[in-house]
């Protein structure tokens, strides 16, 4: 906490602090000793009575070092504060000897708990807790501060109140229930009300949140998930399906649509479908945001029926996931790690970053199926090919738990198999998408060009420009969610042959196995889909790739049979008679599709990677 102000004497400690703090007084703080602290706007501070020169130091190598002791916690990293009866607090006397001796007194007084995390300096981006217990003989001191602080915590106005929580027991390793357990007492000091259901059957959640009505929904803050990817994505399309009305994907001319589309049209007769579905959604008043505006609609972009848009009633609705599964890579994308706590310290906080959301529409479930438009939702990355039978051949060994997916990805790359399909991607500025660069003719079958240096990629962090970037074309509500696809040079390209996998990564997937993910410049909320094409290689060759990913610092994307497309919307036509989809982590039969991005859809409980 950065201060300004004069140089204030306290117990012979002259520190340089503002005088105008809120309240000072002399407390036992638990292990420490007698400090003075003194509370501000913005955090606490304290300062031992006791000379700066009673601090251990310890001698290495004739170099001195001195133990550094915590003096002070921010307002934003403190997530409750506690008034304890009565009981024994502990002071620890440190000599002004070089050799330590720890002498331990106790002492029965009031005192109060301030409960708050320091960031992990091992582990990048975790958070670890930590208290500060402050003792005083006076209840009515202890009860002051107490009554301050929570005070000053209220103004933080993005902390939630009241949360609905889904828990997968079955989720990863079956730690749905035990993560859960672990990370409630933090929503219990926080004051945080949780309504936990404990799901018992595939499905419930989505059930759930498709019948649950928008005012019994926007009496919460927000919707969390203890589980993996496939969990979340369930809760979230189980949200997303009754309320959100925006138009289906844009098609090159010839996609195969309903009988009235025309071409390149945004959806198949959009009207009629949505008077189909208006009387069913009357209840469902949507809870969704766009970050340039906040309160505004989604509507049809050639409309401006306002029968085709919705309001938005609760801006600070969110969304939050303990991680319990299998790889967790929206956790780890999200904040940077895969640790219960540091997501529970997240949500309670009230952190908060938007998220891409990709909307897939299946149009044909096999070669001669009836044209029927099905939407799903993704949040991560979905995956045909490789990805699909990975999905398809793990199904057999669910009781295996995670391991499943090793032994159904090595069974699966053996077998080498390519399909046959039609691929056309939404080409738009050049600067924006950052092709991936053409290789000299010296380069063999695996090795390209070097890819460009970790510091040349532009990799999304906390405070992202490239994610808080206001969008060129948003000159309207639904532009601000799609505004690359109203490039005035977009144009379609079409690729079509035999791949081993296609692939559209929404983030960029890390996980513990691909630590930087299957695209490490991907962006949290940038608008774009990254397009990732393999086509048909030698057994080797593709060997190769794969260890690439599994590499910090790998360069999977730079090989000859890899093509790597920023893109805002694609289309997908299988030519065999069975296609099935990997869409987080989840099963999803589709001969022929059509995927667009959303640019932050919808809200997390999350900052994004510190580091």
């Known amino acids: 906490m950065e201060r300004e102000g004069n140089d204030c004497d306290f117990g012979g400690d002259v520190v340089s602090l503002p005088c105008s703090s809120i309240l000072s007084s002399t407390f036992l703080l638990d292990h420490v000793g007698e400090v003075v602290v003194s509370l501000f706007s913005d955090g606490l501070s304290w300062n031992l009575v006791e000379p700066v020169e009673n601090q251990d130091v310890s001698t290495c190598l004739g170099i001195k070092y001195v133990s550094k002791i915590a003096n002070e916690i921010a307002l934003s990293d403190i997530y409750a504060v506690e008034l304890l009866d009565i009981s024994l607090i502990h002071k620890s006397n440190l000599p002004r000897a070089t050799e330590r001796t720890l002498l331990v007194h106790e002492t029965k007084m009031y005192h109060f708990t301030v409960h708050g995390f320091i960031r992990s300096k091992s582990q990048p981006s975790q958070w670890i807790l930590t208290e500060y217990t402050f003792g005083h003989e006076n209840l009515q001191t202890c009860q002051m501060w107490v009554d301050q602080l929570n005070e000053l915590l209220k103004l933080e106005v993005r902390r939630p109140r009241n949360l609905l929580v889904f828990v997968h027991p079955r989720s990863g390793k079956c730690n749905g229930c035990r993560n859960w357990e672990a990370v409630a007492p933090i929503f219990s000091r926080a004051k945080v009300e949780t309504k936990v259901i404990v799901t018992e059957r595939a499905g419930q959640a989505y059930d759930m949140m498709l019948s649950i009505t928008n005012k019994e929904l926007n009496s919460y803050d927000g919707v969390i998930a203890v589980g993996g990817d496939g969990f979340f994505n369930e809760i979230l399309n189980g949200f997303l399906s009754p309320r959100?009305?925006?138009?289906?994907?844009?098609?090159?001319?010839?996609?195969?649509?309903?009988?009235?589309?025309?071409?390149?049209?945004?959806?198949?007769?959009?009207?009629?479908?949505?008077?189909?579905?208006?009387?069913?959604?009357?209840?469902?008043?949507?809870?969704?945001?766009?970050?340039?505006?906040?309160?505004?609609?989604?509507?049809?972009?050639?409309?401006?029926?306002?029968?085709?848009?919705?309001?938005?009633?609760?801006?600070?609705?969110?969304?939050?996931?303990?991680?319990?599964?299998?790889?967790?890579?929206?956790?780890?994308?999200?904040?940077?790690?895969?640790?219960?706590?540091?997501?529970?310290?997240?949500?309670?906080?009230?952190?908060?970053?938007?998220?891409?959301?990709?909307?897939?529409?299946?149009?044909?479930?096999?070669?001669?199926?009836?044209?029927?438009?099905?939407?799903?939702?993704?949040?991560?990355?979905?995956?045909?090919?490789?990805?699909?039978?990975?999905?398809?051949?793990?199904?057999?060994?669910?009781?295996?738990?995670?391991?499943?997916?090793?032994?159904?990805?090595?069974?699966?790359?053996?077998?080498?198999?390519?399909?046959?399909?039609?691929?056309?991607?939404?080409?738009?500025?050049?600067?924006?998408?950052?092709?991936?660069?053409?290789?000299?003719?010296?380069?063999?079958?695996?090795?390209?060009?070097?890819?460009?240096?970790?510091?040349?990629?532009?990799?999304?962090?906390?405070?992202?420009?490239?994610?808080?970037?206001?969008?060129?074309?948003?000159?309207?509500?639904?532009?601000?969610?799609?505004?690359?696809?109203?490039?005035?040079?977009?144009?379609?390209?079409?690729s079509k042959g035999r791949f081993i996998s296609v692939g559209a990564a929404v983030i960029s997937c890390r996980n513990e196995k691909a630590p930087d993910g299957l695209v490490a410049e991907a962006h949290l909320s940038d608008g774009f889909l990254h397009l990732i094409m393999i086509k048909e290689c030698p057994h080797a060759s593709y060997l190769w790739h794969l260890t690439q990913l599994t590499r910090r610092g790998g360069n999977p994307l730079n090989f000859k049979f890899v093509e790597h497309h920023k893109t805002p919307a694609f289309t997908f036509t299988s030519s065999g008679n069975e296609s099935v989809w990997n869409v987080d982590g989840e099963m999803f039969q589709a001969h022929q599709l059509s995927a667009q991005v959303f640019r932050g859809l919808v809200c997390m409980f999350a900052t994004g990677p510190e580091v």
């Open 244 to 494: 959100l009305r925006a138009p289906y994907p844009p098609t090159p001319p010839g996609f195969v649509h309903l009988a009235k589309d025309k071409g390149d049209s945004l959806a198949a007769d959009e009207d009629e479908i949505f008077e189909k579905t208006s009387s069913q959604i009357e209840n469902h008043l949507p809870l969704i945001s766009t970050p340039n505006q906040p309160r505004s609609r989604i509507s049809n972009s050639n409309s401006e029926d306002k029968a085709h848009g919705f309001p938005v009633p609760n801006e600070w609705f969110r969304f939050g996931i303990i991680p319990s599964g299998s790889t967790d890579a929206i956790v780890i994308c999200t904040t940077g790690t895969r640790d219960p706590i540091t997501s529970a310290l997240h949500i309670v906080l009230g952190k908060r970053v938007h998220l891409d959301i990709a909307q897939v529409v299946r149009w044909k479930t096999t070669p001669r199926s009836e044209v029927e438009p099905f939407v799903r939702y993704a949040a991560s990355f979905s995956g045909y090919g490789f990805y699909g039978d990975v999905i398809t051949e793990s199904e057999k060994y669910r009781w295996m738990g995670p391991k499943r997916y090793d032994y159904a990805g090595t069974m699966v790359f053996l077998r080498h198999r390519s399909y046959e399909a039609e691929i056309s991607y939404l080409d738009v500025e050049p600067e924006e998408t950052m092709p991936t660069p053409k290789r000299s003719r010296e380069s063999n079958l695996l090795w390209g060009l070097k890819a460009p240096r970790r510091s040349e990629r532009s990799i999304c962090r906390i405070n992202c420009k490239v994610c808080n970037e206001t969008p060129k074309n948003a000159a309207n509500e639904i532009c601000s969610l799609t505004p690359h696809l109203n490039s005035e040079t977009r144009r379609w390209v079409k």
